[in-house]
């Protein structure tokens, strides 16, 4: 039940970037900026198409390599995976639904940084200033999502050892 919410905000999050994305790179000129210097002007930049296509490259790849364990753990792929994550009971949706949402919090993560690629490179619409508060919120999604990995597994060993004796 708790893995659909996960595939849920996954699938939003897909949508959001993907939208965002092409937006952000039909607006921009022929060089993309990712780093200016004091006077404003590009200290570092790359080719239109080589953001785009490293853009996209590095968002299926983060998917697909953060998909693929949470696909293993929902199929029952391996013997080992149905044991310790049998289907239907609560910690194995929880483990699944934290899977989908934290490649969710890392898609909606490339997501703002290619906004804030968006704000260098079109100064006259939004601040890039203005983006400090998620460059904060970021990390603190993270160590929140990670710390909830860690409360999975120490209720899932603890299924296990009261299980085994």
């Known amino acids: 039940m ?3 919410f996960g595939k849920v905000f996954h699938f939003i999050s ?3 970037f993907t939208l965002s994305f092409l937006y952000i790179y039909a607006s921009l000129s022929d060089v993309v900026a990712y ?6 002007g590009f200290l570092k930049s790359v080719p239109k198409e080589t953001f785009f296509y490293s853009g996209i490259i590095l968002f ?3 998917n697909v390599l953060m998909i693929v364990p949470g696909k293993m ?3 029952g792929s391996t013997t080992n995976l149905k044991r310790i994550f049998p289907k239907g009971e609560f910690l194995s949706d929880v483990m699944i639904a934290w899977i989908y949402s934290f490649v969710g ?5 490339l997501t703002i940084m290619t906004l804030f690629i ?18 904060y919120l970021i990390p603190v999604l993270f160590v929140v999502w990670i710390g909830g990995l860690f409360w999975i597994l120490i209720q899932k060993f603890k ?6 004796i």
Do not use: K, M
């Open 2 to 4: 708790y893995y659909r």
């Open 14 to 16: 897909v949508l959001v």
């Open 35 to 40: 780093q200016l210097d004091e006077n404003g």
């Open 60 to 62: 299926i790849v983060l």
């Open 73 to 75: 753990i929902e199929n």
């Open 105 to 109: 919090i890392i898609n909606i993560s």
């Open 118 to 135: 968006h704000s260098i490179n079109n100064q006259n619409e939004i601040a890039s200033s203005q983006y400090n508060v998620f460059f």
């Open 159 to 164: 299924a296990v050892q009261a299980n085994s």
